[in-house]
């Protein structure tokens, strides 16, 4: 990425005529304003486009648990791992393959001989098992509410029997309550992210600007649409108010996607989970419902993940502090150093939604 | 990336369609997408399922959005298309059936 690269984006004289409102909104609040993100889309606009440089003093942008694979937790991945080296044909999403387990990853064993497969959508991952009659395919599935619909949706559609899923779909608006209230953040507004909410509809965050009086707005990723995000959510906190806007008209409406939701939760339903790094956290993560018992891998497979010692390394690994907002990639003492997109060691460093990743991709450290 | 990316429909094959993006053809599943989507409709694609139709008179903003933000990140935007190894072809797509099935 060069400097004139990052410069370029649609009409910047719109975008620097809200920066000059977001600098005068700045002194007319007169301290300092913290807003998160809950996107990695967001912080991939955020760092490419260079914004954080346009922004006011005082107004600082931090990424918040917008990165499903990054949250993934490691007995998940072992879980995967297990299937897979006992023989099951793992299939899953690009982003997955490398994120380490406690010993090994799911690329680790497929170079043992152990057969994972990346797939594009839920559907290929069918198509495997219908390819494969013989085996036994598991889907591991991860994403926010837009991957979890097309997982419910292709588990509705009468897959074949020897297809299974084993669930890593997490669901954020609870995750918003529990960053909000960790002692160490103190956010005084949040940019939803525009495509989750796509499926979910904005409405969603209602109840959560209600009891914690944080305004909410959903914004979409083109930097000038993060830029506007970013407006909205000055002139809540400037006038002293909360509220729910919705800066992303485009895709997002009131109440999202009512198929894709109504699909999404025949299918699953939420329970509570570790999200890796950050806390244990109620109605977050999302497992099948019983009536689709039979295709859940944790019900079919009496999965054994093996424990052993996990790199030394990972101690050091700050990506539960990124995705809860209290630290930033650069402030990992392995960040681009022993950690690197080829040789990850968090799984912030292997999503394309990574902070790390995205952070040692757009040249290093984004000036804050 | 999770941005989802818009294409084109070019067929119809039950809860099965092709679609369109740049000039890379997919096949994409329309299970979720909501309403009732026809040949020419511009839908939203993540990870191989429709997610939205993309109203008629916002296409050609989404689009142009889509290009400005994906120009020279040409290999994620395939990545999210699930086409790897096929070449995007921007500024073609507005031009592209649109106009002729109208
Ligand atoms: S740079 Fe690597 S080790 Fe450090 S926080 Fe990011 S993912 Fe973890």
Redesign the pocket.
Known sequence: MTAEQTLQFREPEAANAIVDRLESMMDEIDEDVSVMHVCGSHEQAIAKFGLRTMLPEGLTVRMGPGCPVCVTNMPEVDEAVALAREGAIVATYGDMYRVPGTESSLGDVSARGATVEVVYSASEAVALARENPDREVVFFATGFETTAAPTAAVLEADPPSNFSVLSAHKYVPPAMEVVAELPDTDIDGFLAAGHAAVITGYGIFEPFVQKYHTPVVVGGFEPLDVLLGLERLLEYIRDGRTGLDNAYPRCVTRAGNTVALETLWNVFEKTTGEWRGIAEIPDANLVLREEYAEYDARKRFDIDPEGGESDPLTN????GD?MAGTAE?DE?S??GEE?TPTN??????VSSEGP?KIWLEYGGTPEI | MCLGIPGEILEIDGHEARAEFWNVEKTIRLDIVGESVERGDYILNHAGFAIRKIPDTEVEETIAIYESFLEGDEDEALEEIGAADAVLEFGEQQSGARGRDR
């Open positions: 050091d690994c700050l990506c990124i990639p990992c392995l960040f950690c990850p060691v968090g799984a912030c460093m790390c």
